[in-house]
């Protein structure tokens, strides 16, 4: 007998319970299919087009002023707001339902007023949008859409 198949015979119950291991914890991984480069351009542009008509729509609601707006694809952020009021999103915003959307919209114009996570901050957020909690919970399900395009 061959060393390496000695191996595999003396091994077999230990290389059989490390397989079945491995494939349960493959199956576990959640696939992710990253896009072709011209399906996030194509993400990018709906966005540029998409979203500054949304923040349009709800600053003069929220009663806030803005700066620049920016799509980009941030690692870990849906969007962002800086103290001078330029806003950024994510392109992988275009992934998710209109409601998300406005939602993250409406989250990051928020912080115009309230530049944390207080309570103020999510009642202003509730004012505009009642059930912001679902669409946090959808976003915070769906992360793997900002891996996609990342
Ligand atoms: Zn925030």
Request: charged content about 40%; glycine content about 2%.
């Given at each position: 007998m061959y060393e390496a198949d000695r191996f595999v015979t003396d091994h077999k119950d230990w290389i059989n319970k490390h397989m079945t291991l491995v494939q349960k914890r493959l199956k576990?991984?959640?696939?992710?299919r990253h896009l072709e480069k011209d399906?996030?351009?194509?993400l990018f542009s709906d966005a540029m087009k998409d979203i500054p008509a949304r923040v349009?729509?709800?600053?003069p609601v929220i009663g806030v002023t803005y700066g620049r707006i920016t799509i980009r694809n941030q690692k870990t952020r849906w969007g962002s707001c800086s103290q001078?009021?330029?806003?950024n999103f994510n392109a992988a915003l275009m992934?998710?339902?209109?409601?998300?959307?406005?939602?993250?919209?409406?989250?990051?114009?928020?912080h115009?007023?309230?530049?944390?996570?207080?309570?103020?901050?999510?009642?202003l957020v509730e004012e505009v949008i009642p059930d912001y909690r679902a669409k946090e919970r959808y976003l915070?399900?769906?992360?793997?859409f900002i891996?996609?395009?990342?």
């Open positions: 576990k991984k959640k696939e992710v399906e996030t351009d194509l349009e729509h709800f600053a001078k009021g330029n806003l992934l998710c339902p209109e409601d998300c959307r406005d939602y993250v919209v409406v989250h990051e114009l928020c115009r007023k309230e530049m944390n996570h207080s309570k103020a901050f999510w009642k915070k399900e769906h992360s793997e891996e996609m395009i990342t």
